[in-house]
């Protein structure tokens, strides 16, 4: 089933405004991660937050996890038209770490120029 | 090296076709992955290779076989398949062997995208 499942599924700003993208979980987690996707390539690793932590930060990227609420949100500050992807949470069920990493659905994000 | 490689890039055959896709990292990961992803969609998990022993199969049909002949690489082999296989692969890798807590960020190579005919 889901693990992640993420809102909104599609958001346009202007560059230089802030995107935040939230993410819902169903099950304990050993770890959070957020990914990043240009169209039709790989995923690339953007931040790891791990279940004792709350909040994590790595340039302009802000991760927020709540356990109580099984949710995160990744906050983009300032962004730039290169930021334009799809981003997914991702999670490994905390129960043991059996290697599987579980998407959540994305968010489109389009940054206009 | 710090980048998960993917060959082909792009990859057309027909249903009768036998092919194989490749990945190779020279990490030093121990864990390998391959998913699969439809347009709009998340990557789904396939396999998992741990110390080069399959530790996860998502129940894969058997027209996909993986095979892992040592730590860097990972190949995934094809036979028979049907036009809705067509997508986009992507292989993974993560430095701890998937029971290591603490090591499962994971690297991806950008793909082989799949049309099956």
């Known amino acids: 089933s889901q693990q992640g499942e993420e809102d909104p599924q599609a958001l346009s700003i202007q560059e230089g405004e802030n995107a935040t993208m939230n993410c819902s979980y169903k099950t304990s987690i050993n770890n959070l991660q957020w990914y990043r996707q240009n169209s039709g390539r790989g995923l690339v690793h953007l931040i790891l937050?791990?279940?004792?932590?709350r909040e994590k930060h790595s340039g302009r990227l802000r991760v927020t996890l709540d356990t109580s609420k099984k949710s995160s949100s990744l906050l983009i500050t300032a962004s730039r038209a290169a930021d334009t992807a799809s981003y997914f949470c991702?999670?490994?069920?905390?129960?043991?770490?059996?290697?599987?990493?579980?998407f959540g659905q994305g968010t489109t994000l389009q940054v206009k120029p | 090296d710090t980048e998960v490689t993917q060959t082909p890039k792009h990859l057309v055959m027909g249903m009768t076709n036998k092919k194989s896709l490749k990945c190779e990292q020279h990490?030093?990961?121990?864990?390998m992955y391959w998913y699969k992803q439809k347009a709009k969609k998340p990557p789904e998990l396939m396999f998992v290779?741990?110390?080069?022993?399959?530790?996860i199969n998502e129940s894969v049909p058997s027209r996909f076989s993986p095979e892992c002949p040592n730590s860097s690489l990972l190949n995934l082999h094809l036979h028979a398949l049907q036009p809705e296989d067509s997508a986009l692969y992507l292989c993974?890798?993560?430095?701890?062997?998937?029971?290591?807590?603490?090591?499962?960020?994971?690297?991806f190579g950008p793909g082989t995208r799949l049309t099956v005919l």
């Open positions: 290779y741990s110390y080069e022993k399959l530790s």
């Open positions: 993974a890798s993560s430095r701890g062997g998937i029971v290591q807590r603490g090591y499962n960020e994971q690297f």
């Open positions: 991702a999670a490994i069920n905390g129960s043991g770490n059996t290697g599987k990493l579980i």
């Open positions: 990490m030093g990961h121990r864990a």
């Open positions: 937050i791990r279940s004792n932590e």
